[in-house]
């Protein structure tokens, strides 16, 4: 028994204690939350912004070429790697940045865009076709019927699968340290490679990946159940 | 007669699939054109040409002399003054019903937000659904949904008023409330064209009945003679069926 505790405490004190290694994990932790966060609303923005174009040239024939670049744009960044694209990011387009949570940030984002474009169009789509010809034929323009009529319907259809796209994200972040961003799993690691002690400092940052996800899943399905209750009382 | 849509030579094809074959016909104010026939005969299509929600794969639609088949720009301003009213209502889940009346006239900045609201008030009386301005659509019955579509294509004041079966996903009991509505935009001179299968409506109401099949205006005539002396074999058949 007494040998099994000293083995604890003393695997607690060179994983989290000795020259304050915990900071590591605050660290990653930190650069783990500001990849998701950014990348989560730059893929948002994206994602929207894309799926809202080519809904529209669907509908109306106009923006062809942009329609067809952001076609392109979803072929290659669902069509390959996420670690091929941070390190294309990382050493080719991005090579002047010299700065690798940013970088993270921005490959992340365009990549989660990509997803998050085909949520929201799945999203837009699953809305009555009637609703679209009904905002036409009182004479409302393309965009306006898809904003003002269009949008506010398909957002209960996206925010869930949004919600799991987010999930998806949070631990898709750990191989930012592909390109040297010190995120969680990159602390994990270094803290084994010094200690030569695997079993603290792994299962910990599994813990924490695992608390996080959990977490966010939770507040997603308390926010679903909002929704839906705000949707019994109102519509439909 | 002031012409207000000139249909010609209008041709509607889906893929191989040819709905419409060479329609020709003039609609003149204040006219109430009925529209009957088979299901598929293309009479949707037809009244879906007429403001362009199908564009024709060749012929013009004329509205109020213009050409709007390639109206791109303009056609969202010409479909101000075409209200269309659909078998499945369509409202808006998400608006009140009031939201529902407003949305266009205040976004197309026709109305200020006042006058909106004061012309759907007036509208809403007319129909004696004043007390359902702020209740949204999932809490009317099918009967009060339709009337209450109708307001909100009436509140653009429109020139002319499309009708695509307003009443077949209704209820029996609730057909008589949406047919009185329109009877009396009829009586107060609206151009009107129906798509129904309600034989009395038409009979009463119509100026003008037409008979559809296979993409084609076989008959037209004024519903005296439309329902006791059919000229086409085909519409005897399908008078016989549905009389
Ligand atoms: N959007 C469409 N795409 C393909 N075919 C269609 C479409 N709309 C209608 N059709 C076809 O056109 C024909 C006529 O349809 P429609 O105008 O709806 O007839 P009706 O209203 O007289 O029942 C049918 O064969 C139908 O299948
Ligand atoms: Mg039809």
């Keep these: 028994m007494r040998e099994v505790t000293d083995w604890l405490v003393h695997q607690f004190n060179i994983t989290f204690v000795v020259s304050n290694r915990y900071r590591l994990f605050i660290e990653g932790f930190r650069n783990t939350i500001i990849i998701a966060l950014c990348a989560a609303v730059i893929g948002i923005f994206i994602g929207s912004v894309v799926a809202m174009v080519r809904v529209y040239c669907a509908q109306t024939g106009r923006l062809k070429i942009i329609d067809i670049l952001f076609g392109a744009y979803l072929a290659i960044f669902r069509g390959t790697p996420i670690v091929v694209q941070l390190l294309i990011m990382y050493y080719i387009i991005l090579q002047s940045l010299h700065n690798a949570l940013l970088v993270a940030v921005i490959a992340f984002g365009i990549n989660s865009g990509a997803y998050v474009a085909e949520i929201v169009r799945a999203g837009i789509l699953s809305v009555d076709i009637g609703q679209t010809e009904a905002g036409r034929s009182l004479g409302l323009p393309a965009f306006r019927t898809l904003i003002l009529i269009v949008l506010p319907q398909a957002i209960k259809n996206i925010l869930p699968a949004l919600g799991n796209e987010f999930v998806i994200l949070i631990k898709e972040t750990s191989v930012a340290s592909f390109i040297t961003v010190r995120d969680l799993a990159r602390a994990g690691a270094n803290v084994r490679a010094t200690t030569m002690e695997p079993y603290f400092s792994l299962i910990f940052v599994a813990l924490v990946y695992f608390c996080l996800v959990f977490g966010v899943t939770k507040l997603l399905r308390i926010l679903e159940r909002r929704l839906a209750k705000s949707d019994r009382n109102n519509s439909r | ?243």
């Design chain 2, 1 to 243: 007669m002031t012409e207000i849509i000139a249909v010609k030579n209008l041709w509607k094809n889906f893929g191989d699939n040819q709905v419409l074959k060479n329609i020709d016909y003039i609609i003149n104010q204040g006219e109430k054109i009925v529209v009957v026939g088979p299901s598929g005969s293309g009479k949707s299509t037809f009244l879906r040409c007429l403001n362009l929600l199908e564009t024709p794969t060749s012929g013009k639609i004329i509205f109020e002399g213009e050409d709007i088949t390639n109206a791109s720009k303009r056609l969202n301003k010409i479909r101000r003054k075409m209200g269309m009213v659909f078998q499945n209502f369509n409202l808006f889940p998400h608006l009140t019903v009031r939201g529902n009346i407003i949305l266009a006239p205040v976004n197309l900045k026709l109305m200020n937000r006042d006058e909106a609201n004061k012309r759907a008030d007036k509208l809403l009386a007319r129909i004696g659904l004043s007390d359902k301005a702020e209740t949204y659509p999932n809490m009317l019955s099918g009967g009060q949904k339709q009337r209450i579509a109708i307001l909100r294509s009436l509140a653009m004041n429109p020139d002319i008023m499309l009708f695509d079966e307003p009443t077949s996903s209704l209820d029996p009991e609730m057909i008589g409330e949406v047919l009185a509505l329109m009877k009396d935009l009829a009586s107060e001179g609206m151009t009107m064209v129906v798509v129904t299968h309600e034989m009395g409506f038409a009979r009463e109401v119509a100026t003008k009945v037409l008979f559809m099949d296979g993409g084609r205006i076989l008959e037209e005539a004024a519903p005296e003679e439309f329902f006791t002396a059919p000229k086409h074999p085909r519409l005897a058949d399908f008078l016989s069926k549905v009389l």
